[in-house]
């Protein structure tokens, strides 16, 4: 007998956003590359712009409206361009770039809670707000040899990151320390096309040019296991894992695009595959790890297909609807953090997709519902700002799942915040020592005046 499979997010939809809601006038870095070209916060969005030393325009979710050169603040700071950027899960303020010059740097945008400015390269209207740009980094680190490609934060442990270079390394930092945890070389003269951390992080995954997948231990730095030819065809391979299941999702090309699952117990097969269409662009899987949703993006086309995912033999792999179809192509797409949506509009996700001359478009993927209250059903409790464990914890073999926190409205002082590391700029430190030391000297002058001996 004939039965329709039943979902919560079957009616899932998304409208093309008004231009009003939009944000505009970035002229965009023209590296290219297997980056998503975007990254955000709960609280911010961040994209490389073109020009000299490396230009990051760090944008406000809250103010659409249009960026000027030269008059809106963005961030600067390399020697070269910036190839990637991501934000730190447990501090919406803190982000880390990677560039041509080798350097991967630390950032925090000033949001107002230490007395300073409020980062605001828009103002409430959207027009260009005059501001300082930030120019001091946090933390600078060292140890990659050539371009510095991909970055990616721990779920779990606070301040750790793994990045990829053009030197054919993976490297895993303590971002507090400064110093590299580990380093991986075990990739020949193949370039890292993707870089994803598993939910726990205790596995780094990686693809490259010579088609084979590798599982990391970041800890050691050692391979675990790998998938050898995951991918027929030449174009990007890109990863991600299926939550908590022990499943893993490649997408790549053959014949066509495709989706192959694997089972992380026996990688000597894949458990399906799945035909996409005979587009040229890469697919970007974009998971979301609380309601088991999967939306491919390819880039070079205008279309998000949303799947349902579900740990069942034998298709695994559930198509929703038709998802979101859109003429303008896209140049690079990522997902939104849940503590950063509309929650009470039942809004699901959101994705920034970047263009190559439209700015960049928010789309909001809906499931519709008559009730005004919140509806814990579509939103399950979603990964907190409160870390699982330290660094140091970490590299010692810790191993937790992510803190997870409320959605509703109603709880939000009930959920708590991670406690923000404090760092200091090179100028700052510079300059709180150079007040001490005047302190010093004057202290010791009045000793000396008053024929105290010490």
Known sequence: MFKIRSSKYRHVFCDTPKPEHCYTGMRLSTVTGDQQYIKASSKYYAVSLFGGGGPLHVGRLDRPGRFESGTSQQVEGHTGAVLDVEFNPFDDAMLATA????????????????GSDEWEPTDANGLAKKGSNLTESLVDLVGHRKKVQLLRFHPTAANVLASSSADYTVKTWDVEKGEAISTFDGFGDNLIQDLVWDVKGDICATSCKDKTVRFIDPRAGELISSIEKAHDGLKSVKLTFLGETGKFLTTGTSRQREVKIWDMKNLSAPLVTEAIDTSSGALLPLFDNDSSILYLCGKGDGI???????????????????GYRSATPAKGMCLVPK??????????ARIMKVTNNNGIHPLSFMVPRKSDAFQDDIFPDCSSTVPAHSPDEWAGGSSKAPK??????ALAGQNGSGKKMKLKTVASVSADLKEARERIKYLEDKLKEAGIAY
């Not at 010059?101 to 949001?111: A, G, R, T, Y």
């Not at 998000?304 to 609807?321: C, G, S, T, W």
């Not at 997870?404 to 409205?409: A, I």
């Open 339 to 348: 503590r950063g949506l509309d929650i009470m509009s039942c809004e699901t």
């Open 404 to 409: 997870t926190m409320s959605l509703n409205p």
């Open 304 to 322: 998000i297909r949303p799947y349902e995912f579900e740990d069942k033999a034998p298709k695994f792999l559930h198509k929703l609807n038709d």
């Open 99 to 114: 560039s041509e010059d080798s350097l991967i740097k630390i950032w925090s945008i000033p949001d107002g809670s230490d």
